[in-house]
């Protein structure tokens, strides 16, 4: 049998069973917010850090400007991932939220490396750092205060519509308030007398970005790579499609992720004598009871008569061949072939033969059987007859 899979992609649900729309609703509706609160920090911590002369409040305060940056690749990424599929992206646009992330983790890095540098200029030259205005250190406890709420705020909506980029941000909303206290300590132990402070707090904030830049380009570089869902999860689809009707066995099971969903692919064992149709039914009974699953976003399954592996190939006479040979067989004992279905099988090919037969003619023997199974080099041959009522119906 073959592979069965979708004729086209459908809007599929978060695990959370929360549908694409809402979750660009969200999307938007927190990033407009996050955009507002930050372009204020920014204006603040940037404008009071030149006059205070508080290279980390400077610090802090491109790392806010980041954050606009991030927040409109998240709206960005957000609402192209919610397009349709189309002809150049036939598994959907899930994946542009993946990349956002990447773009994200990356564009941390890089602010993380530039204030690290920045605070090693200053550590180079100790005598040079000045001392700050207390200005600075109010600027600082406002920024955590509102930084916090920020968090807060967006994991709560992005936790209600399962989005693992909107829960990014959001994290990277509470870094913000972390590294924004680590700021206010440096600025308070520099107007304690203690300017090098300054710029320790400038190079603490850096590892922090960094490792969290770090920590998401990572993540989503993994789901590019077509990570596999977590065992739990495989586990949980595994069972799902072991326990649908007319499945004896799954093994080849394979996941990837595509945004905050996931594509599966998996071999399922069934009845060797079934017909293509049932085998067929049996696939989209298992693939529908799948997409019924809130987080899978596609399945390919594939029907197998036996278990993948198990002996040689089945190279026996086509099927062509063994119909030329039953219709020249069953002359002699005036049968006329109705239909044939052939069996391949590892552990040798069956054939079925049914034949249209009328009352009074006598049966084809188990013995004539037997000696076309081994004239033909086949494992068994079945022969069915088909009777035909009195008006030939």
Request: proline share 4%; net charge neutral; with cysteine.
């Amino acid at each position: 049998m073959g592979f069965e899979r979708s004729e086209g992609m459908r809007e599929c649900t978060a695990p959370n069973g929360v549908g694409q729309r809402e979750k660009q609703a969200v999307a938007v509706t927190t990033t407009v917010v996050s955009i507002v609160v930050n372009a204020l920090l920014v204006a603040l911590q940037i404008g009071v850090g030149m006059v205070a002369q508080s290279q980390a409040l400077i610090a802090d305060g491109i790392h806010s400007l980041t954050d606009i940056v991030s927040d409109g690749i998240v709206l960005l990424a957000s609402r192209h991932s919610g397009a349709a599929p189309d002809r150049d992206h036939q598994y959907g646009h899930n994946r542009y939220e993946t990349i956002a992330s990447l773009f994200v983790g990356l564009l941390l890095l890089a602010v993380a490396v530039g204030m690290l540098i920045r605070a090693a200029t200053r550590f180079a030259h100790p005598g040079g750092i000045p001392t700050v205005h207390y200005s600075a250190f109010a600027v600082a406890l406002a920024v955590i205060a509102a930084k916090e709420g920020l968090f807060r705020y967006m994991l709560h909506r992005a936790r209600q519509v399962g989005s693992s980029l909107l829960i990014a941000n959001a994290w990277h909303a509470r870094s913000d308030a972390a590294s924004s206290l680590i700021v206010a300590l440096g600025v308070g132990g520099s107007l304690l007398g203690l300017p090098i402070f300054d710029p320790l707090a400038a190079a603490v904030v850096g590892v922090l970005v960094g490792r969290i830049g770090a920590r998401f380009a990572w993540a989503a570089a993994q789901d590019l790579a077509d990570r596999a869902v977590d065992p739990e999860e495989s586990g949980r689809i595994e069972n799902l499609i072991a326990t649908s009707p007319g499945v004896r066995d799954v093994h080849a099971l394979r996941t990837r992720r595509m945004g905050d969903f996931s594509i599966v692919d998996a071999h399922v064992l069934v009845d060797p004598m079934i017909s293509v149709s049932e085998g067929h039914y049996v696939a989209e009974q298992v693939r529908t009871r799948l997409l019924a699953s809130p987080g899978i976003l596609d399945a390919l399954i594939h029907i197998d008569p036996e278990t993948d592996g198990a002996g040689e190939p089945n190279n026996t006479v086509p099927r062509a061949v063994l119909r030329a040979y039953a219709q020249e067989a069953l002359v002699p004992l005036g049968h006329r072939l109705s239909d044939l279905t052939v069996h391949y099988l590892r552990s040798g090919t069956v054939v079925d033969l049914f034949l249209d037969h009328p009352r009074g003619h006598a049966a084809v023997s188990t013995a004539c059987a037997a000696a076309w199974a081994r004239a033909w080099n086949v494992k068994t041959v079945r022969v069915f007859a088909v009777w035909a009522t009195d008006d030939g119906k």
